[in-house]
């Protein structure tokens, strides 16, 4: 499975914005995204209504958004 399929004249990271940060959002989306296509993709911001939730999977993957 490719996530990204790479041009080497125009090559641009994928920019993703993470909303809601349950379970489905930090296992699903934010892991992968920063550990196994950190080449190609990068998150940008993290929101949830609860703003502790956010700086804690923010935390979690060791970034300053």
């Given at each position: 499975l490719v996530l990204c399929v790479l041009d080497f004249v125009d090559y641009k990271?994928?920019?993703y914005v993470l909303v809601g940060t349950g379970s489905r959002g930090t296992l699903a989306y934010?892991?992968?995204i920063t550990k196994r296509y950190q080449d190609c993709a990068e998150i940008c911001g993290v929101y949830d209504l609860d703003s502790?939730?956010?700086?804690?999977?923010l935390a979690k993957i060791e970034a300053d958004i």
């Open positions: 990271m994928k920019k934010l892991n992968p502790k939730r956010a700086k804690n999977a």
